[in-house]
Each structure stands twice: as C-alpha cells, then as structure tokens.
C-alpha cells in the first residue's frame, strides 16, 4: 500500500525565520508528489512535482523532489504569521491522492 | 477563478438518518472525488467517479455511501445509515485530467461538516 510521512508533525518558529518541511514516501507507481496548504478547511494547492518537473518555486515557497531518495521537501523563507496551517503531501497515483498526515506549521509575531 | 461548491458546510444529523452531501464541480472538469477528514487525522480518500460510474473507491466506501451524478452540475455522496464514526469533514473535489499526468491537480471544495449524534 502507497504510503506517505511528514515530518516533522508540528513545528513553531518565529516570524522571518526559514522552514522546511520534509515529505517521504513509498509507493509502487509514482506519477507526481503534491504539496497543499490548509488554513482552516479545504486543502489548497501549493505545487506538484513529477519526473519531469523535479523543482517548483512560487515567491517564498519552493520544493524540489528527489526521486532516487524518494522524498520531497517544502522550503518557506521569510515567514509570515499568514503562513501558519497545517501543510500536507500527497502521492498523485492515478485515481486518487494519498496524503501524510501534515506538517502543523505555527508562525509566533 | 473557478471553484468546487459543496452544501451543507455544516450538517447536524441523528444516528441512523441518511445524509445526502451535495457539490458542484469546476464545469470543464471531468473526474470528481470524494475525501474525507476525521478530526486531527489525515485526509483520506473515498472514492473517484468519472464517466459517470465509479473508477475508484477505498475500503471505507462501503455498502452504506453512495455517489450520484443526478445532473450535469451536481455531485452528490450519500451516506444511507448514518454511524457515529462517519463524523467527519467530507471534502468534495474534481480535476480535469487524470491525477498524476502531470497537466492538472485535484482542486477541492471548502467541506461539509458532518456531525452524527
């Protein structure tokens, strides 16, 4: 069965402070690894990652995906009270998302 | 920027009652899913639908949920008899292409809040 890690589980940093979240995974047809934010409710897209697109950047947030480790991370610079939520991985098979069980991000002012 | 609807955001139900969660897709989009969130855990996959037939379902999908494509715009997961561990956010979604193809994503809604008393 596909499975998916985040770690770490939760994290506080200050305001201005880098982060980076880390993602691994096993799974027995990869086709793209995905990263979402979620504030309150709905998951909210951030990036996907497949074979052909091993690094993605948008402002502050980028990933890269190391498919021979198998894992990806989520690096966030500069960070803002509004970037505090939970940040989930999911492996994109081909029906459905497997998701880990998130990164509870906390920005202190 | 187009988005995926879903009602109720919250519902209140007893025991026993059946439940119907309804969503609107992204128009253009093709393939719908069905997740859902059991609070503070992870996100968990129910079921896909494309073609109007089921493509896709996980082991919590049992005999109880159902899903239902009445129109051209709705998309709707019935729970028949409703436990107390079906409590849960159920989240709605839709992609234009196959996850995985590198084109598009899953796009979800907001979330139907289910509580089962």
């Known amino acids: 069965e596909d499975k998916v890690v985040q770690s770490p589980l939760s994290l506080v940093v200050h305001e201005g402070d880098t982060v980076t979240l880390n993602c691994s995974y096993e799974?027995?047809?990869?086709?793209?690894l995905l990263w979402y934010k979620q504030e309150k409710k709905a998951p909210t897209f951030l990036f996907m990652l497949?074979?052909?697109?091993i690094e993605k950047k948008s402002g502050r947030l980028s990933s890269i995906l190391d498919k021979k480790e198998l894992f990806s991370i989520l690096n966030i610079t500069a960070t803002q009270t509004g970037d505090s939520a939970v940040y989930l991985c999911?492996?994109?098979?081909?029906?459905?998302?497997?998701f880990g069980q998130g990164t509870r991000l906390t920005i202190n002012p | 920027e187009p988005e995926v609807t879903q009602t109720p955001s919250h519902q209140v139900t007893q025991m026993g009652q059946e439940v119907i969660l309804r969503c609107v897709p992204i128009?253009?989009?093709?393939?719908f899913y069905w997740y859902r969130q059991i609070l503070g855990q992870k996100v968990e996959f129910l079921v896909s639908?494309?073609?109007?037939?089921?493509?896709?379902k996980s082991e919590i999908f049992d005999d109880q949920f159902s899903v239902e494509r009445p129109d051209g715009s709705n998309f709707t997961l019935k729970i028949r008899s409703t436990k107390l561990e079906d409590s849960a956010m159920y989240f709605c979604?839709?992609?234009?292409?196959?996850?995985?193809?590198?084109?598009?994503?899953?796009?979800f809604g907001e979330g139907s809040w289910l509580t089962v008393v």
């Open positions: 128009s253009n989009h093709l393939y």
């Open positions: 497949t074979s052909s697109g």
């Open positions: 799974v027995t047809n990869f086709r793209s």
């Open positions: 999911a492996d994109g098979g081909a029906q459905k998302l497997v």
């Open positions: 639908f494309y073609n109007n037939e089921i493509s896709e």
């Open positions: 979604a839709s992609s234009s292409t196959l996850i995985g193809t590198g084109v598009d994503t899953i796009y």
